[in-house]
């Protein structure tokens, strides 16, 4: 069982993260105004005024301390170094971040980051080792390791980027999947997955707030870099990824992601078909959305509520097969890429 001194610990520092995330956000919104953190309005976004961003430096910079000072207290046990580790990076990630805030790095550059940050990830031991066999024993990568580990960090971090689209979307769609990811962790008793997950929970629910429409300030590439980065880490755990039943290690992050990697996948493929894939756009799924009536709220809570029913199924299901877990999920990710497929010919139409 997982030590009860551990888990106070946590939720202690989860704590600390909501209230001193709330007591910093003002003056990070001043900071950002002041410093010229500001998202102003354009052909490819739909604020119609400047609002702060780099928003996310008011979590991510608590998070980043208290698994810094977690990991040194507990830097015996095994989950201790990859905490010390992963905040190294999520530093380094909020730097990338905070850069691209101030000066729009251009599409092509911020991949460049995303690989970097995948490359390093492995090298620190957060890598994907293991594939789901529904039908057998799960597979294990070998030198593929690498490979899938950078396109698993790419995928993840471009995903939380895009649908951060609409007010409120990035933030709340990290609380579910974590939640689900929480969830997970305490079935299987996995420590390094439940202070992750706590920590980004604490920290957006902090956030959201704010974020919510009307937004008094965005996220920003330093938010959801950093949020995308730890969310990728957490199925990929190192030594504490999931095994047996849990060789859905990606399949249940995946599911519970569904919509913003349904919108990723379709977005590089009407790139690709339309000649550049760096090319912004505004055919996103929440722009689809948005253009057939739906208010940023709704577009929003509609998202959650999609979202949440993924989570769910994924968590229930967990405790059967994993044929039935992956033949349900499957059909579901099927349902939803076709689904968005056909709302997309219908709203050109």
């Keep these: 069982m997982i030590v009860s001194y551990h888990l106070i610990t946590v939720l202690s520092f989860s704590v600390f993260i909501y209230i001193a995330t709330r007591i910093i956000l003002p003056y990070n919104i ?36 208290s698994q810094f000072v977690l990991g040194y207290v507990f830097r015996n046990q095994k989950y201790g170094i990859p905490l010390i580790k992963l905040a ?56 593929m390791s690498f490979p899938f580990t950078v396109l698993w960090y790419v995928i993840i971090l471009n995903a939380i980027n895009l649908i951060d689209g609409i007010d409120g979307l990035a933030c709340g769609i990290t609380i579910i999947v ?9 079935k299987e008793q996995n420590l390094l997955v439940i202070t992750l997950s706590l920590f980004l929970i604490s920290g957006n629910l902090a956030f959201i707030g704010a974020n919510f429409p009307p937004a008094k300030v965005f996220l920003g590439d330093t938010g959801t870099l950093f949020i995308g980065l730890n969310l990728a880490a957490i199925s990929t755990a190192g030594v504490e990824q999931y095994k047996g039943i849990t060789t859905m ?10 919509v913003p990697l349904i919108d990723v996948f379709l977005a590089v493929f009407r790139r690709i078909k ?4 760096f090319k912004a756009d505004k055919e996103h799924i929440h722009h689809i959305m948005l253009r057939a009536g739906l208010s940023q709220k709704e577009v929003a809570i509609t998202v959650y509520i999609v979202t949440f029913l993924f ?39």
């Design 30 to 65: 001043s900071w950002a105004e002041r410093h010229g953190f500001v998202a102003h309005p354009s052909d490819r976004k739909i604020h119609k005024k400047a609002i702060p961003e780099a928003g996310g430096l008011s979590f991510a910079i608590l998070i980043v301390l």
């Design 88 to 143: 190294i990076i999520g530093l380094i990630s909020i730097g990338f971040g905070l850069f691209d805030d101030k000066y729009e790095s251009r599409a092509r550059y911020k991949l460049i980051w995303q690989i970097g940050l995948g490359i390093v990830m492995f090298i620190f031991k957060y890598r994907v080792q293991y594939l789901t066999n529904p039908f057998g024993e799960h597979l294990i990568l070998g030198w």
């Design 178 to 186: 974590c939640g689900v990811l929480f969830a997970v962790g305490l």
């Design 249 to 258: 290690t990606l399949m249940i992050p995946i599911s519970v992601m569904a």
């Design 274 to 277: 339309l000649g550049n894939i």
């Design 311 to 349: 989570g769910m199924i994924a968590l229930g299901f967990s405790f059967s097969t994993k044929k039935i877990l992956f033949s349900v999920l499957l059909g579901l990710l099927v349902f939803m890429v076709v689904l968005a497929y056909i709302l997309m010919r219908a709203e050109k139409k």
